[in-house]
């Protein structure tokens, strides 16, 4: 018992270092022993375990975002045959934030912005029953063409292009039905905190 606490008072020792009118004390990482000893173990590392499962999914991840914009285009037909409801409206939301999280993940993050303007249309329109069908399909369109196009050298800036004049659309569309609710209004549109352009 007393070697054990010998040993963990001897790992868990920070280091100080001083400069000038102020000290930096780094506290021991107890972690960094046992992730030595895995990698140490018959070469067991779980970081390169994990990406390589990564690699081999990833050939499957272009099928997954083909789903994923099927399922798009499938909630924006049930929106023109049945109109906005609670249900297709949740439907054509749900798809589309899914992309907006998925995109990074499965190689499309230049897609994500044009599926977050749908979300926010959706999400900031008061009477969805006011919302342009063409607006939809201008975004289910873009996010459709983008995912189509991945393969091309210039897909960043087509997205780009496609991206920021989604937003103006969408922005002076949701100033105008929002026009009698300043507070909320505001909020609609601020600047987006990440970045617009596409990052790979």
Request: one cysteine or more.
């Amino acid at each position: 018992m007393a070697k054990s606490n010998q040993t963990k008072s001897k790992q868990s020792k920070p280091s100080v270092a001083t400069y000038g009118d102020y000290e930096m004390i780094t506290p021991d990482n107890p972690l960094r022993m046992v992730v030595k000893e895995t990698v140490g173990n018959g070469g067991n590392d779980p970081i390169a375990r994990a990406e390589a499962a990564l690699a081999k999914l990833s050939t499957e991840f272009s099928s997954w975002m083909d789903s994923e914009c099927a399922r798009l285009d499938a909630a924006r037909n049930d929106i023109k045959a049945k109109g906005f409801t609670k249900a297709t409206r949740d439907a054509l939301f749900h798809a589309a934030h899914d992309i907006k999280g998925e995109a990074a993940t499965f190689g499309y993050a230049f897609v994500a912005s044009s599926a977050d303007s749908l979300c926010r249309l959706l999400d900031h329109t008061p009477d969805m029953n006011r919302i342009p069908m063409t607006l939809v399909d201008q975004h289910v369109d873009a996010v459709r063409a983008i995912v189509r196009e991945k393969a091309r050298p210039d897909v960043a800036q087509i997205a780009d292009a496609l991206t920021r004049r989604l937003r103006e659309v969408t922005d002076e569309f949701l100033a105008q039905e929002n026009h009698d609710r300043p507070d909320v209004l505001a909020g609609i549109l601020a600047p987006p905190l990440a970045p617009t352009e596409p990052s790979f």
